[in-house]
């Protein structure tokens, strides 16, 4: 997309934000229309700049930028509704969200749908919803987006149906497959997978099953560098 002028907001929200000069913030920015690009906030560490406080991950903003480079400039900034308040672990979670979106997207790639997925799953986390249920969706979404989507309700090999009663496991660029010889703790239950592809409540045991299958999933894409977010949630749980 070319340059955007300032006098034309859009609807954005910040994945991260760090200081640039004495004055400025560089701002790694999501949007629908553009997807994720980096911007300079010019002067927002000014004095008391009233656009240093909106420029905060899980603020709804509209913003207006320029320039046709790789760093756009910032123009016009206002808050798009009510900061999202994520309270105690789901703070951790917009953080886990944020980093992979800062991982995994392309810069400048349009990402109407996804950018919609990721406002509702940070407005399901600021409401309180389950955290395992609102993390896989939006795992199971975004490696959908990103063309590596996961078929849950089918066995990889033969398409037959999965069974609820059957054990099954994950093989990367392959699917989902009968377990036969594999250990136990590499299994997943076939309620564990029709539960997912259903975005039905899931159990305790389908809860960390679920967890297992997406860290698979995610795994190539990510790379052998750890995720911030779960360190950081690691050492906040003294874990």
């Known amino acids: 997309m070319s340059g955007q002028s300032a006098g034309h907001l859009q609807r954005c929200l910040l994945l991260h934000r760090r200081d640039f000069s004495n004055t400025s913030l560089l701002v790694e920015v999501f949007s629908a229309t553009e997807g994720r690009f980096p911007a300079v906030a010019?002067?927002?560490r000014r004095g008391r700049a009233p656009t240093a406080a909106l420029l905060?991950?899980?603020?709804?903003?509209?913003?207006?930028?320029?320039?046709?480079?790789?760093?756009?400039?910032?123009g016009k900034v206002e808050a798009a509704g009510a900061p999202l308040t994520l309270p105690g672990d789901a703070l951790y979670c917009g953080f886990y969200l944020n980093e992979l979106l800062m991982r995994l997207l392309a810069r400048h790639d349009p990402q109407e749908n996804l950018f919609a997925f990721y406002l509702a799953a940070l407005k399901d986390l600021a409401s309180g919803q389950v955290i395992d249920q609102v993390l896989r969706r939006f795992e199971l979404?975004?490696?959908?987006?990103?063309?590596?989507?996961?078929?849950l309700d089918r066995e990889a090999d033969t398409g037959h149906p999965i069974s609820a009663a059957g054990r099954y496991r994950y093989v990367p660029e392959r699917g989902i497959v009968p377990a036969r010889d594999a250990m136990p703790q590499e299994t997943l239950?076939?309620?564990?997978?029709?539960?997912?592809?259903?975005?039905?409540?899931?159990g305790g045991k389908e809860i960390r099953?679920?967890?297992?299958?997406?860290?698979?999933?995610?795994?190539?894409?990510?790379?052998?560098?750890?995720?911030?977010?779960?360190?950081?949630?690691?050492?906040?749980?003294?874990?």
Do not use: C, D, I
Request: hydrophobic fraction near 40%; glycine fraction near 12%.
């Open 42 to 44: 010019k002067g927002a």
């Open 56 to 74: 905060q991950p899980f603020q709804p903003l509209w913003l207006g930028w320029s320039g046709r480079g790789e760093v756009r400039t910032l």
């Open 141 to 151: 979404q975004l490696l959908q987006v990103l063309g590596y989507g996961l078929v």
């Open 189 to 202: 239950s076939g309620t564990t997978l029709l539960q997912l592809a259903g975005e039905e409540p899931l």
């Open 209 to 239: 099953e679920a967890r297992r299958l997406l860290r698979a999933a995610l795994a190539p894409h990510l790379g052998q560098r750890p995720l911030a977010s779960r360190e950081f949630f690691r050492r906040a749980r003294g874990s």
